[in-house]
Nanobody, 121 residues
């Protein structure tokens, strides 16, 4: 499955942004999907996941501000981000795996190129 994330950009603190991750090659309906992010000089970290059944899990740092969702008809997942802060600045990646939803990036075997989110005044 090929993944392509989009929607990143430069926003101000407190703004909202929605990322999309479109898939091709396979239908996403049976895949567990996740968003990860990597800030400069830091390791890639888990942001949110949505299982193929629709179960969602969030990192504590984004809980209450970010919402992950999926539209299987469009073969796309989304990450709605609100109340953005400079600490959210990172390259955001979407990832897919078939066997059980996990929060470790090592568990995902399909990755798209990242989309850059910069939060700055």
């Amino acid at each position: 499955v090929q993944l392509q994330a989009s929607g990143g950009g430069l926003v101000q603190p407190g703004d909202s942004l929605r990322l999309s991750c479109a898939a091709s090659g396979r239908t996403l309906s049976t895949y567990n999907m996740a968003w990860f992010r990597q800030a400069p000089g830091k390791e890639r970290e888990f942001v949110a996941l949505i299982s193929w059944l629709g179960t969602v899990v969030y990192a504590d740092s984004v809980k209450g501000r970010f919402t992950i969702s999926r539209d299987n008809a469009k073969n796309t997942i989304y990450l709605q981000m609100m109340s953005l802060s400079p600490e959210d600045t990172a390259l955001y990646y979407c990832a897919a795996r078939q066997y059980g939803p996990v929060s470790s990036p090592a568990g995902y075997n399909y990755w798209g190129p990242g989309t850059l989110v910069t939060v700055s005044s």
